[in-house]
């Protein structure tokens, strides 16, 4: 069954009215991106019906994990590089730590890069050292993937269900603080966190494929 967007556009809205986001910005971003070539094909072989584990940046511990059903959300990135595993993708808006993507790729991981309005010198900058397999946008676009979500677990969440996977088991997903692997705390982060949350339910509303690991 396919995963229907319909409903996250007016959340879109809202999170662009909470936090100043422009709509016009974010559409000369998806042009700007569009310089880069063609990031629509489908990554539906990647992901139908498998079973993945998403990584979020609010884990304390690292488990054995396999790392072909691995999927680390940025910040998350580096303890799981710590405990010595390469995770199959990774999702990230290019805040994190930049060289642990570049390794990470380097070594096998295929990147998802989401470009908006306040990260698009970021991408111009380092979308050549790290070769993404996609890039997201926040709205669609002729040449770029659009699966809704805010922040980079919960639109790996999104991007999984639209893509069809089978389960996704959330891992180091804490909405009651900010992580240790979150970069340096702010008030705007733990709005962030709220949102995710929601998001997050959202999707739990309709399907049965989420659950905490």
């Known amino acids: ?8 556009w007016p959340l879109q809205e809202e999170i662009n009215s909470q936090f100043g986001f ?6 000369v971003a998806s042009k700007m991106v569009s310089t880069f070539g063609n990031f629509s ?7 139908m019906n498998r079973d993945f584990v998403l990584v979020g940046a609010g884990l304390s511990d690292v488990p054995d994990l396999s790392q072909e059903n691995l999927i680390v959300a940025d910040g998350a990135l580096r303890p799981v590089l710590q405990k010595g595993q390469i995770p199959e993708w990774i999702v ?17 991981s295929n990147l ?6 306040d990260n698009i010198s ?7 050292s790290v070769k993404p397999t996609c890039i997201t946008t926040t709205y669609p676009s002729n040449n770029t993937q659009s699966w809704g979500g805010f922040t980079d677990g919960d639109r790996s969440v999104m991007m999984c269900l639209s893509l069809g996977t089978k389960s996704i088991r ?5 909405f009651e603080r900010v992580g240790s692997f979150s970069g340096e705390y702010s008030p705007r982060k733990k709005e962030k966190l ?20």
Not at 41 to 47: A, N
Not at 112 to 117: N, Q
């Open 92 to 108: 990230s808006d290019l805040d994190g730590y930049i060289p642990d993507i570049v390794w990470a790729c380097e070594n096998g």
């Open 41 to 47: 094909k489908s990554l539906g072989s990647s992901f």
């Open 112 to 117: 998802i890069i989401h470009a908006h309005g």
């Open 194 to 213: 709220v949102w995710a949350k929601k998001i997050i339910d959202e999707c739990q509303k309709r399907t049965s494929s989420i659950s905490y690991y």
């Open 1 to 8: 069954m396919t995963f229907k967007l319909d409903w996250w």
């Open 22 to 27: 422009s709509r016009v910005r974010e559409k």
């Open 122 to 128: 970021r991408v111009f900058q380092y979308h050549e």
């Open 170 to 174: 959330l891992l180091g997903f804490d």
